[in-house]
């Protein structure tokens, strides 16, 4: 099923928000597709890295990412390499953007929500792209590294599907105390919301957010003690085919 126009059901993952209101025409071609070249570049966070290699008027076509020419290579590639499910020249590429886009090579907040606001311009995309940022800057000080950016975006990418519902719950869990909270999740369900504006289909009520989540807790709070836990975020998902389903919906928010 293609995943624009796709209806999460009921108790899903992340809502419903629609589809990404991306042209179709951004959409890179890479050399010998391999995994899932067709999520790698729904990401906005590779298309935010990969516009700045692109050649001025291009079209993005395959002669114009030519990966075996990029010249800039991190320290430790083949390390990343074994970290995660990327080539060693979707490495280079993803490195050579980075390093343009963050001379520093560190990754601040303010970034991510640069790129989030230019991705998804008919909405507020601040507190979602907080969220975000959170997740991927582990130790939390305050900036990513590339080693860091890349390793998370393999998971979110191409991942297990264990390894993608870790990541989830870790964004969920706000304050990373080992539990996700119905506030927690209300915040982060109104910030993808938010996020996606106009463009959220079916069109919202106000109360929908906290619906959801009403839903999620009845499925993953086994003991009724108003909190998940992160056995029981695994255990749930896995087990229920709507919930994922929608963890198909994550290309569309990343």
């Not at 991927?136 to 599907?161: H, K, P």
Request: charged share 25%.
């Amino acid at each position: 099923m293609h995943r624009e126009g796709m209806k999460a059901s009921d108790g899903s993952l992340l809502g419903d928000p629609g589809h990404t209101p991306l042209s179709k025409k951004e959409d890179i071609k890479w050399q010998r597709p391999r995994l899932t070249r067709q999520a790698l570049m729904r990401c906005c966070l590779v298309k935010w890295i990969l516009s700045s290699t692109a050649p001025q008027g291009s079209d993005s076509s395959d002669s114009e990412l030519e990966l075996s020419t990029v010249r800039h290579q991190p320290e430790g590639l083949d390390q990343l390499q074994a970290q995660t499910k990327f080539t060693k020249k979707e490495l280079q590429s993803l490195y050579r953007g980075f390093k343009n886009e963050c001379p520093t090579g560190l990754v601040d907040e303010d970034t991510f929500k640069l790129i989030y606001s230019q991705f998804f311009p008919q909405g507020d995309a601040t507190t979602y792209a907080h969220f975000l940022f959170n997740a991927f800057d582990a130790d939390g000080n305050g900036a990513i590294r590339f080693e860091d950016f890349v390793v998370g975006l393999s998971i979110l990418l191409r991942g297990t599907v264990h390894e993608k519902l870790k990541w989830a719950f870790n964004l969920y869990d706000i304050n990373k105390d080992g539990y996700i909270t119905k506030e927690e999740m209300l915040a982060i369900m109104k910030s993808i919301y938010d996020m996606m504006g106009r463009h959220t289909y079916p069109i919202l009520r106000e109360d929908a957010p906290m619906e959801h989540v009403e839903r999620f807790f009845q499925k993953m709070d086994r003991n009724q003690d108003g909190v998940v836990t992160i056995d029981e975020f695994l255990e749930t998902c896995q087990k229920d085919e709507n919930i994922m389903s929608s963890m198909q919906l994550f290309e569309n928010v990343i």
